[in-house]
């Protein structure tokens, strides 16, 4: 595991070293809105492999995929829910825009997103943490629970203690809540 700390002055550099590790077929472990997550290059089956195994989840589990603009995500919704996607990105929220795909979610992270738009391709993620133990907060806390894995952690400080993205359903005609998490169903359509 190698952890190395982000700042505004060194992001070009980290962000440089991460997108290697990714191309390469590694993971990369960095600071989203929620917890750390955990980011692989979706083409890499084995990477879905080793997230399987710490998630202790199914082969067909799906991962969410982290975008970098509302485009990526609106374009792919039905109309009657755009402005809602507005209002809603970025943010604490997946949003399922077809069952058998992935949800989309678009943080507000400057280094995740330098990440996808270097790469020009979406990262699949997950949170940092194995599946019986709360999301990682920190750098140290992804250490502790990944120490054995050949992870880069990006460090960029601690992540505030919050509930995890809300997953809503935008497939039908009205918003539907699939996890509750960081907002509530009533906060979402108003």
Do not use: C
């Amino acid at each position: 595991m190698i952890i190395l700390t982000v700042t505004a002055k060194n992001r070009p550099q980290t962000t440089k070293k991460a997108v290697n590790h990714l191309i390469v077929g590694g993971i990369v472990a960095a600071k989203a809105d929620t917890s750390y997550a955990l980011l692989v290059l979706p083409r890499f089956l084995e990477n879905h492999r080793i997230l399987n195994k710490i998630k202790n989840a199914r082969h067909n589990k799906k991962y969410s995929l982290f975008v970098a603009k509302k485009d990526d995500i609106i374009s792919k919704i039905p109309e009657q829910h755009h402005a809602l996607a507005h209002k809603l990105l970025p943010g604490q929220v997946t949003i399922v825009y077809d069952n058998k795909r992935p949800g989309l979610r678009m943080i507000d992270s400057e280094t995740i997103t330098s990440l996808i738009a270097a790469l020009k391709t979406p990262l699949t993620a997950t949170s940092a943490n194995p599946s019986d133990l709360t999301p990682a907060r920190s750098a140290q806390e992804v250490e502790t629970y990944f120490n054995h894995l050949p992870i880069l952690v990006l460090d960029e400080g601690e992540v505030p203690a919050q509930k995890s993205s809300t997953v809503i359903d935008l497939t039908g005609p009205k918003p539907k809540i699939l996890r509750r998490g960081a907002f509530s169903l009533s906060s979402l359509v108003k």
